[in-house]
């Protein structure tokens, strides 16, 4: 069974646990608590069945079901459901490390996942490292006997960088670490970390993985040993997810593929736009031909361009202000925000948003300039699409 059919029946929950009569549209659980009228009840809730909504939910269970599908077709694995996307990462790595462990970190990483690793998890005697992890001997020299954890995601926001995973993955093998994916700029429609050799895979589902700016959820999957080292964690530090944006995402998952590959066919051939547009003096994605890491690009998503991500950024020919804005103004339907992985496309401008606490110096080290937008890529007819951006770049002649 192809996994896009698997989605949309895979309900799984425990079992004997409270009848749920196999309804067309999985019910809102949003009881805080489940009752019991005798001792031999409770006995068997706490056991196998529903108790207290921070401990267990049918609805958070059959989203855990629904990405565990996704993520790791044909694999024993499984996965739990956060309060947000930095809450999984934030309480897998809490629960997996402690003082005196090493982790490795790619440099390129999302500002807040940085701040996790730099200003939290640091306090506690937790040692990281960044890293260029575009050249795999820079993280062999990183390596540590204390080294437990390599972490990346699997394109580099805004940045879109790649690792070779399935190297990586050998390395962190070789040195007795695990290696720890950030699947949310791709998710599993385009490339599923965990059979390249990752050994956790950690998402936003608030981004493509719902995909309709409604909701703030995260999940990890991995093998069952880490999940049930990091599920009584989860309880204790509180970042189950609530049973509402579950609801909500279950329906978003069962148009998963329906929204994404098609926001993924519409990125490759607007990169393809931009690449071609002299308005635009750089574009990162790793569908066209100028992307820096093109042919490591082609090994990790052998099916071709259109299958590989929804995310890219541009870099305009200006960094006036004056003429960035009036480039917006003329924007018809694509507008800025705050997120990404909606079903319309919007821009985002790290220099305000995510790296405006960098010094400029150091953005422009990583690539990241005053005329550079992330492109967060909706469903829209594709024609349509490029040309409201062409009409807009216009304004910059």
């Known amino acids: 069974m192809k996994t896009s059919t698997e989605i ?18 999985f019910p809102l659980y949003a009881a805080t608590a489940f009752t019991a009228n ?5 006995k068997q809730a706490y056991a196998q069945g529903y108790t207290y909504i921070r401990t267990n939910n049918p609805d958070r269970d059959v989203l855990a079901s629904q990405v565990t599908a996704l993520e790791a077709p044909g694999l024993d694995r499984d996965s739990l459901i956060f309060s947000s996307g930095m809450a999984s990462i934030s309480t897998t790595i809490g629960s997996l490390l402690q003082s005196g462990d090493h982790v490795i970190c790619n440099r390129n990483i999302y500002g807040e996942t940085f701040d996790v690793f730099g200003k939290m998890f640091s306090r506690f005697g937790i040692e990281s490292t960044l890293v260029d992890m575009g050249d795999i001997e820079n993280i062999k020299a990183a390596i540590k006997p204390n080294t437990k954890l390599i972490y990346s995601e699997v394109c580099a926001n805004p940045t879109m960088n790649l690792i070779d995973i399935p190297e990586v993955a050998k390395l962190a093998h070789d040195n007795g670490a ?33 995909g ?54 519409n990125a490759a051939k607007l990169a393809a736009f931009f690449e071609s547009d002299p308005h635009i003096i750089k574009v990162n994605h790793p569908s066209v031909d100028s992307f820096p890491q093109r042919e490591l690009a082609k090994k990790l998503w052998p099916a071709g361009d259109e299958h590989m991500t929804g995310m890219m950024s541009i870099i305009l020919n200006t960094e006036d ?77």
């Not at 599920?231 to 994404?260: H, N, S, Y």
């Not at 917006?328 to 925000?337: D, G, I, P, T």
């Not at 496309?345 to 005329?371: E, F, Q, V, W, Y």
């Open 8 to 25: 949309l029946y895979t309900r799984k929950y425990k079992d004997g646990a409270c009848n749920l009569l196999k309804p067309e549209a």
């Open 38 to 42: 005798t001792l031999t009840e409770i």
């Open 321 to 397: 202000e004056a003429k960035i804005d009036e480039f917006m103004a003329k924007l018809e339907f694509v507008h800025y925000a705050t997120t990404l992985g909606g079903l319309r496309t919007t821009l985002n401008h790290p220099c305000t948003s995510s790296h405006s606490h960098m010094p400029d110096a150091d953005r422009r080290k990583m690539g990241i300039t005053p005329g550079m937008f992330r492109v967060s890529v909706g469903i829209e007819d594709t024609e349509d699409l490029i040309n409201d951006f062409k009409q807009a770049l216009a304004v910059l002649d």
């Open 178 to 210: 695990l290696l720890m994916m950030d699947n949310t700029f791709t998710t599993a429609v385009s490339i599923k970390p965990l059979t390249l050799g990752a050994d956790i895979v950690i998402s936003s589902v608030t981004k493509f993985m719902n």
């Open 212 to 265: 309709h700016s409604d909701v703030v959820l995260g999940c990890m999957t991995s093998t069952h040993e880490i999940i049930e080292t990091v599920r009584p964690m989860r309880m204790l530090f509180g970042t189950p997810a609530d049973p509402f944006p579950c609801w909500q995402a279950i329906r978003g998952f069962e148009t998963m593929f329906l929204r994404v590959e098609k926001q993924l066919y």
